[in-house]
């Protein structure tokens, strides 16, 4: 009784937390927002105003998508993989091995939020193909039928770990439930940081070319507990100068 009721307390904290305002010393319970990409995110219109300091050539010149022409693979690892979709888990996409591991090997399991935050599950088809192939099992956010035109949320990302807790994913081979990781492209990234916050059950954060654009919110990142791999493409990438700033300012502060 008691569990329920406190699920319930953070379900109702979640939906009425709001637009989050940073402030220092306050820490909100989720990692939820009313954008995409949760709180440490910043809405789409404000980008410019952040990234004022990145060389004008920087970036690409097309959409977020990965532009590789390779052929679609079952992945260069030990166990080839393919995307799908499982009802068990509406509006995500699923990369797996397409026969389970043999023997007593488990996997760990990857919830991977889109550049952008789209909501095109197949948008890193070949990048997550291959994770897959390795043993992973990956729920990335959207199904594989191009974007929808909106943008995923952190309960997104939430309710596929939640879907893999509950045993959901199993049906791919043995899920270590103790080795889960949130990931994700640019505003995906971001996300990967929202859901991972105050989340115990996230073990690795793994973010690509994002940064903290915010110096207001940089004080969260105190609460994230857990190892992060950080991967900014050098000078040209959008997140490099804040990301930078970020890294430049805690060493300071450790001296």
């Known amino acids: 009784m008691l569990k329920s009721i406190l699920l319930l307390t953070a379900a109702t904290l979640v939906t009425s937390q709001g637009q989050f305002q940073p402030s220092p010393g306050y820490f909100p319970v989720t990692g939820d927002d009313t954008i995409a990409g949760g709180i440490f995110c910043i809405p789409a219109n404000d ?21 590789g022409t390779g052929p679609v693979t079952s992945g260069s690892g030990p166990y080839p993989a393919a995307m799908g979709t499982d009802p068990g888990l509406p509006n995500h996409t699923i990369y797996a091995p397409k026969t389970p591991p043999a023997g007593n090997l488990s996997m760990p399991f990857i919830s991977w939020g889109n550049g952008a935050c ?38 997104d990302s939430r309710d596929s770990i939640n879907w893999a807790m509950k045993g959901g994913a199993k049906k791919y081979g043995n899920i270590d439930t103790s080795k889960i ?20 059950r996230v073990k690795l954060m793994i973010l690509f070319n994002i940064a903290i654009f915010m110096d207001e919110k940089r004080y969260l990142l105190q609460e ?30 450790h001296k």
């Open 47 to 67: 980008v410019s105003k952040y990234t004022a300091g990145t060389p004008a050539a920087a970036g690409g010149t097309g959409s977020e998508s990965p532009t």
């Open 118 to 155: 789209q909501t095109d599950g197949s948008q890193y088809r070949n990048l997550l193909t291959e994770i897959a192939s390795h043993g992973y099992v990956v729920a990335a956010d959207g199904l594989p039928t191009g974007s929808t035109g909106g943008q995923s949320k952190v309960q």
């Open 181 to 200: 990781a949130s990931a994700g492209h640019s505003c995906g990234g971001l996300e990967a940081m929202s859901v991972g916050y105050h989340d115990a």
């Open 224 to 253: 994230l507990k857990v190892p992060v791999a950080w991967l900014v493409g050098g000078e040209k990438d959008m997140g490099f100068i804040t990301s930078w700033r970020g890294f430049h300012d805690g060493l300071k502060q």
